[in-house]
C-alpha cells in the first residue's frame, strides 16, 4: 500500500526567501507525481506533473524533482511571495490509476 | 477550457439525514473520481470510473455512500445516512484517461457539515 509524507506539516518563512517542501512515497513504483496548491476553501490547483521517467519539472518559480529509486520529491518556490500562501499537497499515481496524497504543507509567507 | 463544476458548495444537514453533491468534469474526460477530504488530511479516494463503469470503489463506505455516473458524463455522490464523521469536502475530479501522462484536474469541492 502506498504512503505519502510531507514535511514540514507547516513552514512559515519571510517574504523573498527560497524554500523546498519535501515528499517521501514508499512504493517506488509509481507512474507520475503531481504537486497540488490548495487554497483555504478552495479545490486543488495542479502546480505541476513530472513523469515517472522523468527527474524534474519547472514552471516559472517553482520547480520540482523527482528521485523515484529513493521515494523522494522536493518542490522548490524561489522568491517567495506573500499570494504563495497556501497548503501545498504532494500525490503520486500508482498502479489501477490511483492517486495517493499526503496530508499537506501548510506554507505561510509573511510580508 | 471550462473546469470541473461541483455543486452545492457547501451543505449543512442533521445527522442520520440524507445528502447528495453532483459534479460535471471537463468535457471529453473519460475518467472520473470522488474524493473525501477531511479537515487537516490529504484527500482519499472514494471511487473511480472510467466512463460510466466503476474502476476503483475499494474505499467507498457502501453501507451509507453510493455514487452514479450515468451516460458517462455527470456524476452524483449519495450519502445515507449521514454521520457526524462524514464532516468534510468532496472533491470531484477528472482525468482525460487513466495513464500516466494524464493528470488530474479537481473541482473546488463541497463543503459538508453534519451537525
Known amino acids: 500500500k502506498q504512503e505519502v509524507t510531507q514535511i514540514p506539516a507547516a513552514l512559515s518563512v519571510p517574504e523573498g526567501e527560497n524554500l523546498v517542501l519535501n515528499c517521501s512515497f514508499t512504493d517506488s513504483a509509481i507512474y507520475n507525481l503531481q504537486w497540488f496548491r490548495q487554497d483555504p476553501g478552495k479545490g486543488l490547483t495542479s502546480l505541476l506533473l513530472i513523469q515517472s521517467s522523468q527527474r524534474e519539472q519547472t514552471s516559472g518559480r517553482l520547480n520540482a524533482s523527482l528521485d523515484k529509486s529513493s521515494g523522494r520529491s522536493t518542490l522548490y518556490i524561489a522568491a517567495s511571495q506573500p499570494g504563495d500562501s497556501a497548503t501545498y499537497l504532494c500525490a503520486v499515481k500508482s498502479s489501477g490509476s490511483r492517486l495517493t496524497f499526503g496530508e499537506g504543507t501548510q506554507l505561510t509567507v509573511n510580508p | 477550457e471550462a473546469g470541473v463544476a461541483q455543486s452545492p458548495r457547501y451543505k449543512i444537514i442533521e445527522k442520520r439525514q440524507s445528502v447528495a453533491f453532483w459534479c460535471n468534469p471537463i468535457s471529453g474526460h473519460a475518467t472520473l473520481y470522488w474524493y473525501q477530504q477531511i479537515l487537516g488530511q490529504g484527500p482519499k479516494l472514494l471511487i473511480q470510473?472510467?466512463?460510466?463503469?466503476?474502476?476503483?470503489d475499494s474505499q467507498l463506505p457502501k453501507d451509507r455512500f453510493s455514487a452514479e455516473r450515468l451516460k458517462g458524463v455527470d456524476s452524483t455522490l449519495k450519502i445515507q445516512p449521514a454521520k457526524l464523521e462524514d464532516s468534510a469536502v468532496y472533491l470531484c475530479?477528472?482525468?482525460?484517461?487513466?495513464?500516466?501522462?494524464?493528470?488530474?484536474?479537481f473541482g473546488s469541492g463541497t463543503r459538508l457539515t453534519v451537525v
Open positions: 475530479a477528472s482525468s482525460s484517461g487513466a495513464g500516466s501522462n494524464y493528470g488530474y484536474t
Open positions: 470510473f472510467q466512463n460510466n463503469g466503476v474502476v476503483d
